[in-house]
């Protein structure tokens, strides 16, 4: 059983497979993203808390998802572009996942199985479900959907 998020490797929105190792000492906030979902606009807000926060060793990796109301229908290059044109999206990009099911990619069971949700659920719920990881790679907090990005700034400040 994976100890750290360090350990996977996941492909970039361009398909190039990148390990997770090179975020070793940052303190990461992965988030399932979609282009199509009320909480879209939380983009913005995910790319101001990177700006503000990277040079002091915040990562935000953003993994489209289609599992929710189909709302990332995209191929890799619509997502890429529409995250760019519409939310000037800086921060590293995946390809497009699945989140739940038999399917699921590695990371996300991991990041399931370390954060629970409400009640002690492992399913992600929606789009922009967002997990803080520490610098060590470990899971600390899963936050929910209608988390807006400025509500954790806090939480990463302390960890940075």
């Known amino acids: 059983m994976s100890q750290s998020i360090h350990e996977f490797s996941v492909n970039t929105i361009t398909g190039e497979q990148v390990s997770l190792s090179q975020y070793e000492g940052q303190v990461v906030l992965v988030v399932n993203t979609a282009s199509q979902c009320g909480f879209t606009k939380q983009y913005a807000g995910l790319e101001s808390l990177y ?29 890429s572009q529409f995250c760019e044109l519409n939310f000037g999206v800086t921060f590293p990009l995946f390809e497009k996942i699945e989140v739940n099911g038999d399917n699921a990619a590695p990371l996300y069971n991991y990041l399931k199985d370390n954060a629970r949700g409400i009640l002690g ?20 907090k899963r936050y929910a959907p209608t988390t807006k990005p400025e509500a954790i700034a806090a939480d990463i400040e302390k960890l940075l």
């Open 51 to 79: 700006k503000a926060h990277k040079d002091q060793g915040l990562a935000v990796l953003g993994f489209p998802c289609n599992q929710f109301g189909e709302q990332e229908k995209g191929d890799s290059d619509e997502i």
């Open 121 to 140: 659920s492992k399913r992600i719920k929606w789009n922009f479900t967002k997990f803080l990881v520490g610098k060590n790679g470990k899971v600390l």
